[in-house]
Every structure is written in C-alpha cells, then in structure tokens.
C-alpha cells in the first residue's frame, strides 16, 4: 500500500501562487498514475490534474493554463504548481495515488484509502 501526504497549503491573495507537494511513500512506490482533487465542504469532489508514469497528464477545464503537475521520480513526489489563483480555487487539495493501470479521467478517482489527507488552499480577493 502506497501512502501519500499533501504539503504546501497556504492562504494567498488572488493572482498568487502555490506550489503543492505530494510525498509518495510505502512499498512498492513506482506510482503509475497520481491525481490532484480538490474538495470543498457540501460539493462534489473535482479532479484538478493527473500524472502517468510516462510523464503524460490530463487538467480540468477550470485550470489549464494555471496549473502544472509535475513528477520527481527520484523523490517520489508529484507537485501541483498553481499560479494566478483565483478565490474559486479555494478547497482542501488532495492528492490521491491511483493503482490501477489504465490511469484514465474516465475512470474517476481510486478508492478513498488511496487518498491523503489533504492541504488547505485559500485564495481572498
């Protein structure tokens, strides 16, 4: 079992910028597919971005051209680079190790014991 952990979280003014953290950890940690979400309380969770091994990714409409994934394989950990930050962005962001092979949008996100904690994002106008 793969465990993550989110860092980086932090309140900002809108047109800031973050750079999230996701620390891949356990055995075996070779992540084929890593996912950013974001949650705010009473909505439905939102896939922000993927990252497969081979280095190819997917974003939401809401922040491509903002937002870039990124991987350090020899760290194990997957950023989320956010600039331009609008107050709309504001939610708590997990990152989510997927297991299964295929890493599609289509598939949604893994099950929740996949998933970290989460790191808090606030963006004030």
């Known amino acids: 079992q793969v465990q993550v952990q989110e860092s980086g979280g932090d309140s900002v003014q809108a047109g800031g910028s973050l750079k999230l953290a996701c620390a891949l950890s356990g055995h075996p940690v070779n992540p084929v597919c890593v996912i950013w979400f974001r949650h705010v309380s009473g909505t439905e969770r939102e896939e922000v971005a993927r990252?497969?091994?081979?280095?190819?990714?997917n974003y939401a409409d809401s922040v491509k051209g903002r937002f870039t994934i990124s991987q350090d394989n020899a760290k194990n950990i997957v950023y989320l680079q956010m600039t331009n930050l609008k107050p709309e962005d504001t939610a708590m962001y997990h990152c989510a190790n997927d297991p299964r092979v295929r890493c599609s949008v289509d598939d949604g996100l893994p099950p929740w014991n996949n998933w970290g904690r989460g790191t808090q994002v606030t963006v004030s106008s």
């Open positions: 990252i497969r091994k081979d280095g190819s990714t």
